[in-house]
């Protein structure tokens, strides 16, 4: 087995592991730019992928061989991908545990200040009422 078949078969364990198809992927080639010579000039070396169900998009131009850039461009966009599972699993944690934070029940104490408040509020309230009102009564 070479050096460039066992990438090939991490690169594809990686795929299987993070849920990705080929088929969710869409790939083209551009003409790159920068040095190269007449070779970036002549092929299109620069390799565009696009993930379909995230949106993430990669372009790799960094070898002269589109082989090279192909793999690279994979493996970056897996990368990607895996920032982004990685980042939306934190997300949903963080998330539950404010839920829980929110709906824990609230100390003794602090009902008691709570309703105390509310009780000296409604006695200035109370006091504050117009005298028309008072009158009716």
Do not use: W
Not at 94 to 115: H, Q, T
Request: hydrophobic share 35%; net charge positive; aromatic share 2%.
């Amino acid at each position: 087995m070479t050096h460039a078949a066992g990438k090939t078969i991490t690169l594809e364990q990686k795929m299987a592991l993070l849920g990705v198809r080929e088929e969710d992927i869409i790939e083209s080639f551009i003409r790159s730019s920068g040095p190269g010579g007449q070779n970036v000039n002549k092929t299109s070396t620069c390799v565009y992928l696009k993930h379909l169900p995230t949106g993430i998009e990669v372009k790799c131009q960094r070898q002269r061989s589109q082989a090279l850039n192909r793999s690279l461009a994979r493996h970056i966009l897996l990368s990607k991908i895996a920032n982004k599972i990685q980042q939306d699993s934190l997300a949903k944690q963080s998330f539950k545990a404010k839920v829980m934070r929110r709906n824990r029940p609230k100390p003794k104490g602090l009902k008691k200040r709570i309703l105390e408040d509310k009780r000296r509020h409604a006695e200035k309230k109370f006091v504050r009422r117009k005298i028309r009102e008072i009158e009716v009564e």
